[in-house]
């Protein structure tokens, strides 16, 4: 906390020295006709030196003006330029620009102004960047999207809404934290995740890799995911729906309205349902009954089984209310979400153990205040303020006395009830108190320098009931307590003509925990366990642009985790608390390259990314099963280590063809020699078992505008994806011919939208492992097969 | 069916004094009769960091015996190896595979989840009559799961639950099984349902086999503790048809630190009832309290037991250093004999089958130094043994041993 003040203290002063040195300014935000904030574009105050470039956000600053009359020239490659007469007398003259395309300069240059995206991946941090402008219309997930990104692998568990797992280059689990909008994405429930979310409802996804920068205020050492959703000055509205294979629907509705006054509303929400009841046949997909002298009978591709107890529905509503734009505030937002999720639970780890009435339900209520400025005091202190209180409430309802089979039939009777378990049925509610509180600030010093401050709290309350409470799990329905500070520290800066950056910064993370044990002398008997840890964090990220075509970028951070709230106090169900458990370390480094975008006579264009990546990591968080019913406990395991490395190629013609190819290979070990009693490990130097270690995704996607009719546009991609086996064990135990293994997949995905000459209103089809292939990213839990939908998406703006 | 039952009954009753009843541990005549195919005469599963793996090897003593590279994924430690098919439970399953020249070979499986909704079987015992008994303690409510699978068919050929009856007010806590002849014979643990109240007598319940009707309740004041062992049975059947049967009497086993007093015995069931005239006091053998926690039968009355010290207990993960002590125990002169071997966590072995040419074969995990096989000469006293092939490393954890062939 001292730290914090300090750094405070460091700012305020800061502050009023840039203060005295103050002049006239003139300052303002440049977007696109639909609202869209343009990176990257030039603003000169006509025959002075005068002038600046738009940031990520669209905004500029020119200060130090002498009073009088001025003409403000504004250029950027494929828009119109605009030369703006402007008189300087006031202090403070905000100017706020809309450009308008080129349409006749994009069809000769065929090059356009920078996006986020790509200004985010010139950053020496390893970072893809995702404009989901051509794809939202599509009936696509999140995770599916991210998964055709280099070194991104997204593990699911079966269908839509179906459990997820995360691996950027090799790193996996919960060292991959999600955000939204720079907001750890922890608190809001399951409903509003990764997998959940709209794509519609997200304009850019940011995807950090092995080095998190100090802004994404967490301690994500493995990689991060920013979900970057619209911020529009102006109204919209926005609606899609979506239907197709399993009996799924999505709905989606998003918009905004912005008064004269600045006062302005927005609403997002969604809703899901999917039966999920897609065939599945082979390994653990079995059925045995007496007529069979209970030998189990295997169900077949021509003979499958259909899942029938897999359906999932969840509703979720996002009000903001509040204020843009205004002088006080670029946004003061006080938002309500509320989400509502219902599924039901096919199968326990494996599908060799199938359930029939079980279910999970959650409520989330999370209110919350965000508060936005830049400039704030001074030029170039930005601030962005965000605190919320979250309320959770999951229950597990595994009350049936009737055990199923494969076939959906009733097969006997448990005598203590509960498909799950063996201690009997179980009703119980998990109740999650949750407070978060973040403050991210960055001021501009000289020199091009730019000092950057996040500072996360986080704090939960988990408690429980269950009114058929066994005395195992007695630990988790009296309170158990997790908090943890973050505090991030930057200094970020530009040099040689924007050529080369540099961010430089310092992690603090301070980690509390009650966990409460069960022990047993004369009868059972809760023991609170208290444990506090700090870590410090450091690291760097630096890219040289040495042409147009060529940018070197590197990154490297030694950070820690720590763990997460069901990593620690366990979930009552099927994960057991840890009070002895330790924070994730690791020391990452990146070394990458962009080449490109090189044009190959006049219609061609190939670009390249090459990056390589060095992990090391210890106390690994790992999920560890200790029963026969696959329950089991977050355990710290040491040590694993290694190289890996992602080739990104993607060629374009004319910008309207464009094939993409990415590789993505891993050499992660397990380089624990000796464990913690001494004993020598047998599987040391072994190749990291159960992870992914070959990946490649190819694409092609073209865009045509006015085939059937003027000012229509059709969007066409066809996607594959290939995953090559991995063994669920150490490769090397046993004999090759008797392992586990996750078979390798090869996927192809396609679709195809249609947008009317109104530009309102799409129509999109899709589908999805076209040749329906037997689909398995986990052991034993196979994936829906081929899957068709159809969405239709309208949109209105000013 | 009933004709069947008395053949089998016969039959087997023909070849007590010639077979050793588990046949996994068959004599040598049995061995000359059956080719064992290569590389598959014993089977040595192993426990690494929580992963189960197994392989198989013709020789335990010269080489050293690997999993890096050869052998199968998943536990066999609760398994069973007859007639040259090994059966181990899976996920949900109970797994048949037939040993080869090729390796163990895939054959069937039975779903135990359809046999026993919402349990499992902790037990498989091979009845020597060409079944497995499979079984589980009871649940609350008294009742324990079991099954009887024919190995000719590899089909159940009975299944269900066992109400284990009420003694003076208790329930059945803890059950374990073992077949002899026309009866089976339920090692328990009484008590209140939440663990107290503990018996302060031995209890054995004697069922009809294998209709499982007729329950008879048979008491022994020797000592208490539970009759049904913990990772190994309690109870063995000798060449004669006469069981021995040892207690689990440890504090850290039933709670009760009174009872825990009572002494560590083996005590003997002839005719269906308690010999009270048999009463073997292994603790009178040792200068503090001790208990049984695991033990095999060897054959002419040999045991072989995992001694472990009351004191050495401060915590249950302690039972899993090197605090267990293996001892011979003559049942016949009533000798108890402390071999020289290594102590080490002998608690987590489940499977000690195999016995040949008057030799036990045992394996030794010592908890931070290496895994090997140990040879004894049965009766043959402390130093009446060999260190034979080892395992890869020493995270390795010897869990079961079987003899195949």
Redesign the interface.
């Known amino acids: 906390m001292r730290i914090v003040v300090a750094i405070l203290l460091l700012i305020t002063n800061i502050s009023a020295y840039a203060q005295v040195n103050s002049n006239r300014q003139i300052k303002g935000l440049i977007t696109d006709i639909t609202g869209e904030p343009i990176v990257g574009v030039t603003v000169m105050l006509q025959n002075t030196s005068k002038g600046d470039a738009t940031d990520f956000d669209g905004n500029y600053l020119i200060k130090n003006i002498p009073q009088g009359n001025y003409t403000l020239q504004v250029s950027a490659i494929g828009f119109q330029s605009q030369n703006i007469a402007i008189e300087v007398k006031q202090k403070n003259i905000i100017k706020n620009i809309t450009l308008v395309e080129d349409t006749s300069q994009l069809s000769k240059v065929l090059i356009t102004s920078k996006t986020k995206a790509v200004k985010m991946e010139e950053h020496g941090f390893s970072v893809d960047a995702i404009e989901t402008q051509k794809i939202k219309s599509q009936s696509l997930e999140i995770n599916k999207i991210l998964d055709n990104t280099p070194g991104v692998r997204v593990r699911t568990t079966g269908g839509i809404g179906s459990d997820f797992e995360y691996s950027l280059d090799g790193m996996s689990g919960n060292a991959i934290r999600f955000f939204i909008d720079g907001i750890p994405m922890d608190y809001y429930g399951s409903s509003y995740s990764i997998n959940n979310l709209p794509v519609s409802l997200i304009e850019r996804i940011e995807i950090y890799k092995g080095v998190v920068p100090v802004e994404l205020g967490s301690d994500a050492l493995g990689g991060a995911i920013n979900l970057v959703t619209k911020e529009k000055l102006t109204n919209f509205a926005e609606a899609s729906y979506s239907f197709g294979s399993f009996n799924t629907h999505k709905i989606a509705v998003h918009g905004q309205w912005r008064f004269n006054s600045g006062f302005t509303t927005r609403l997002s929400t969604f809703y899901t349902y999917s039966d999920n009841n897609y065939k599945v046949w082979g390994e653990?997909v079995?059925?045995?009954?007496?007529s069979?002298?209970?030998?189990?009978v295997e169900f077949t591709e021509d003979n499958p089984a259909e899942r029938f107890n897999d359906d999932f529905e969840t509703v979720s509503a996002k009000l903001d209310l509040g204020f843009t734009q205004k002088k006080w505030a670029d946004q003061f937002f006080v938002t309500l979400l509320a989400s509502d999720l219902k599924k039901g639970v096919q199968t326990a780890q494996?599908m060799?153990?199938?359930f029939g009435k079980v279910r999970n339900n959650e409520q989330t209520f999370m209110p919350s205040i965000i508060y936005k400025k830049k400039n704030l005091f001074t030029d170039g202190l930005d601030v962005n303020a965000f605190a919320a209180y979250s309320y959770t409430e999951s229950k597990v309802i595994d009350t049936s006395y009737?055990?199923y089979?494969w076939r959906g039939e009733e097969?006997?009777?448990?005598?203590?009830?509960?498909?799950m378990g063996?201690d009997?049925r179980s009703l119980f509610t998990q109740k999650d108190n949750s407070q978060i509180y973040r403050l991210n600030t960055t001021y501009q010093l000289p020199y091009q320098f730019k000092l950057g401050l996040n500072y996360v709290y986080s704090g939960l309350k988990r408690s429980g009931e269950d009114p058929y409470t066994p005395e195992y799990r007695i630990p988790y329905i009296e309170p158990q307590n997790i908090a943890s500070h973050f505090a991030g520290l930057s200094l970020e800066t530009l040099k040689f003509q924007d050529k080369l950056r540099t961010n430089l910064f310092v992690k603090f993370y301070d980690y509390t925990a009650t966990i409460n044990d069960l022990e047993?002398t004369?009868q059972y008997e809760i023991i609170e366990y208290k444990n506090n840890i700090t870590n410090w964090g450091v690291g760097y990220a630096a890219s040289y642009r040495f042409s147009n075509n060529f940018l070197l970028k590197t990154s490297l951070e030694k950070a820690a985790r720590m763990p997460s709230p069901t990593e620690a106090l366990g979930d009552g169900v099927t994960v057991s608390n840890n009070p002895f458990i330790k924070p994730e370390r690791s020391f990452n480094i990146n070394l990458g390259t962009i080449l490109g975008r090189y044009s190959i006579a006049e219609n061609h264009g190939l670009k390249i990314s090459l990056n390589s990546f060095y992990r090391d990591t210890k106390d690994k968080l790992l999920f560890?099963?200790l029963d026969?019913r696959d329950n089991g406990q977050f355990q710290n395991v040491d040590r694993i280590s290694g190289l890996g490395g992602e080739i990104d190629f993607i060629y374009d013609f004319k910008q309207k063809l464009k094939f993409n190819l990415n590789a993505t290979y891993l050499d992660l070990r397990n380089n624990l020699e000796y464990?913690e009693?001494?004993?020598?490990?047998?599987?040391y130097k072994d190749r990291m078992r159960n992870t992914p270690y070959l990946l490649a995704n190819a694409g092609i996607n073209y865009t045509t505008n006015n085939i059937l009719q003027k000012n229509s546009k059709i969007y066409t991609y066809f996607q594959s994806s290939y995953v090559h086996e991995f063994y669920?064990?150490?490769p090397?135990?046993?004999?090759?011919?008797?392992?586990?293994t996750i078979p390798t997949q090869l996927v192809f995905d396609a679709g195809m939208s249609y947008t009317f000459p109104s530009q309102n209103f799409t129509l999109a089809f899709d589908v999805s492992n076209i040749l329906n292939e037997q689909v398995y990213d986990n052991y034993?839990l196979q994936k829906p097969g081929r899957a068709m939908f159809i969405k239709i998406n309208y949109q209105i703006s000013e | 069916m009933k004709t069947n039952r008395l053949l089998k009954t016969i039959t087997l009753n023909l070849f007590l004094g010639l077979t050793i009843i588990f046949t996994s541990c068959s004599s040598d005549d049995d061995a000359a009769t059956v080719v064992s195919p290569e590389n598959s005469k014993y089977l040595v599963s192993a426990d690494?960091?929580?992963?189960g793996?197994y392989?198989t090897t013709d020789d335990l003593l010269e080489n050293s015996i690997s999993?890096?590279?050869?052998?199968?994924?998943g536990y066999a430690n609760l398994g069973a190896s007859v007639d040259g098919y090994f059966y181990v439970f899976?996920?949900?399953?109970l797994e048949k595979y037939e040993f080869t020249d090729t390796?163990m070979v895939y054959q069937?499986?039975?779903?135990t989840?359809?046999?026993v909704?919402?349990?499992?079987y902790r037990y498989i015992h091979n009845t020597g009559d060409g079944e497995l008994f499979l079984s589980n303690f009871p649940?609350?409510?008294g009742?324990a799961p079991y099954a009887i699978i024919d190995l000719e068919?590899?089909?159940?050929e009975n299944?269900g639950?066992m109400t284990l009856p009420q003694v003076d007010g208790r329930s059945a806590l803890w059950t374990q099984p073992i077949v002899n002849g026309d009866e089976v014979y339920i090692g328990t643990l009484y008590g209140d349902a939440d663990w107290s109240n503990i018996a302060s007598n031995l209890i054995t319940v004697k069922y009809d086999y294998p209709s499982l009707e007729n329950p008879v309740v048979l008491q022994s004041t020797a000592s208490s503790g539970s009759t049904g062992g913990y990772r190994t049975n309690a109870a063995f059947v000798t060449e004669t048809g006469t069981i021995y049967q040892h207690n689990l009497n440890s504090s850290w086993w039933h709670?009760d630190s009174e009872l825990a007093n009572n002494p560590t015995v083996f005590v003997k069931i002839e005719n269906g009832a308690y010999d009270d005239d048999y009463v073997f006091d292994i603790s009178a053998e040792f200068s503090e309290p001790i208990n049984i926690w695991n033990a095999w039968y060897a054959g002419d009355n040999i045991m072989y037991a995992n001694v472990i010290k009351e004191s050495d207990i401060t915590a249950w993960a302690d039972l899993s250093s090197n605090i267990g002590t293996l001892v011979e125990i003559n049942l016949a002169t009533e000798t108890v004999t402390e071999l020289n071997i290594p102590q080490a966590p002998y608690v987590n072995l489940f499977k000690a089958e195999c016995i040949e040419n008057g030799k036990f074969y045992i394996p030794v995990s010592i908890?931070?130094?290496n895994a090997n096989i140990y040879e004894i000469t049965i009766g043959g006293g402390a130093n009446a043994f060999q260190k034979g092939a080892s395992l890869?490393?020493?995270?390795?954890y010897i869990n079961a041993l079987y003899r195949n062939f």
């Open positions: 653990g079995f059925y045995g009954d007496e069979t002298g209970f030998q189990i494996t060799s153990r199938v009737i055990q089979d097969i006997g009777y448990r005598a203590s009830g509960g498909e063996y009997g047993y004369d560890t099963v026969a464990e009693d001494g004993t020598k490990n047998i599987f669920l064990d150490w090397s135990a046993a004999a090759a011919e008797n392992k586990r034993r | 690494v960091d929580g992963s793996y392989t999993i890096i590279g050869s052998g199968y994924e899976g996920d949900g399953t390796g069937n499986s039975i779903s989840e359809a046999l909704p919402g349990s499992f649940n609350e409510d009742d068919t590899f089909t159940v299944y639950y709670g908890s931070g130094g890869d490393g020493s995270n390795v």
